[in-house]
């Protein structure tokens, strides 16, 4: 229950699926957790409720709000950056606006956040970024953005 007791995490993309998971573990052992969410409000507000820690609201495309959210948090022990996009479709046919925006959340913000974080972190914290196994290889046709930026993430 107190593996992480005292300690400080951030997750960015802490809402739903795998990012709510691992704020409800990190809470589970003893962690103080804030998470970011952008566009589930309910959901992060039902996790923040259901586990006690605390959802901000936090754009992971903008780059200044990345830094000022992980600035704003202090000292980290562990930041976890799982926030991500895919877009899906032909890639001749995809909005270049969309493109540079998953660009932006998959692989500009987790490199922002932790240079961020690694300014303040204690000796022995650690930085976690979520990738996925389609960096390596895309099962199906049209993600051919997402498998790049996971790509670029390895």
């Known amino acids: 229950m107190s593996a992480f007791k005292e300690k400080s995490v951030l997750v960015l993309g802490g809402s739903r699926g795998i990012g709510a998971a691992i704020v409800r573990r990190f809470v589970a052992d003893g962690a103080k957790v804030t998470f970011t969410y952008s ?14 820690s605390t959802a901000l ?58 240079v961020e974080a690694a300014r303040k972190m204690p000796e022995g914290g650690r930085i976690i970024v979520i990738g996925s196994v389609n960096g390596d290889r895309m099962p199906v046709p049209g993600m051919a953005s997402y498998a790049l930026s996971k790509s670029a993430l390895q």
């Open 39 to 52: 566009g589930s409000p309910d959901a992060a507000h039902a996790l923040a409720q259901e586990t006690g």
């Open 57 to 114: 609201q936090t754009d992971s495309s903008d780059r200044d709000a990345v830094i000022a959210r992980v600035r704003d948090s202090g000292p980290l022990d562990i930041l976890v950056v799982n926030a991500g996009i895919a877009i899906f479709g032909d890639a001749l046919e995809q909005d270049p606006d969309a493109i540079d925006r998953l660009f932006r959340i998959n692989v500009q913000s987790p490199y922002h956040a932790s």
